[in-house]
């Protein structure tokens, strides 16, 4: 059974939280690539960033949608959630617009495993985690490799 140290990509390309948006759109499209951890100053994993994040900065302002019950206004969002959409609009910086604290994945897991969460979790990006460092990174791609067998 294939895990996930027999399909990561270990020369693992990363960026800083403090990164600029522009850089890091740069990267994605050179490398090719959909996702890139980000490590802080010690190297350790925070968050992540994917073309969806950045992405989101071409959506549009969301206008808070409400409804009246008993003559108050009631949100159909939370505060919260629209807050966090229009700093992903207006980010300049990878820290405004990453996903942090992302699921993370570990040499050993399986690739069943790997897949069934970037199905039903629609995850495109898995860092790849061994005691605590940064070791990997697995993308579809890399799951959709072993159905050639390549």
């Known amino acids: 059974m294939l895990k996930a140290k027999d399909i990561m990509c ?19 499209l050179e490398k090719r690539i959909n996702g890139l951890p980000v490590v802080d100053g010690k190297g350790r994993l925070v968050g992540i960033i994917c073309q969806s994040d950045l992405i989101a900065q071409q959506k ?9 019950l008993l003559d108050g206004l009631i949100p159909l969002k ?36 790997i897949a069934t969460l970037m199905v039903e979790k629609k995850y495109h990006t898995l860092p790849v985690i061994e ?3 940064l070791v990997g ?13 390549s």
């Open 10 to 28: 270990r020369d693992v390309v990363t960026v800083s939280p403090d990164s600029g948006i522009a850089e890091t759109v740069a990267l994605l």
């Open 60 to 68: 549009r302002m969301p206008i808070p949608s409400v409804f009246a």
């Open 78 to 113: 939370s505060p919260r959630d629209l807050e966090k959409e229009v700093q992903k609009i207006a980010a300049i910086r990878v820290a405004q617009a990453m996903t942090p604290n992302p699921v993370t994945v570990g040499p050993e897991s399986p690739i069943e495993d």
């Open 131 to 133: 005691d605590g460092q």
């Open 137 to 149: 990174i697995i993308g579809k791609e890399d799951v959709l490799r072993t159905l050639t067998g």
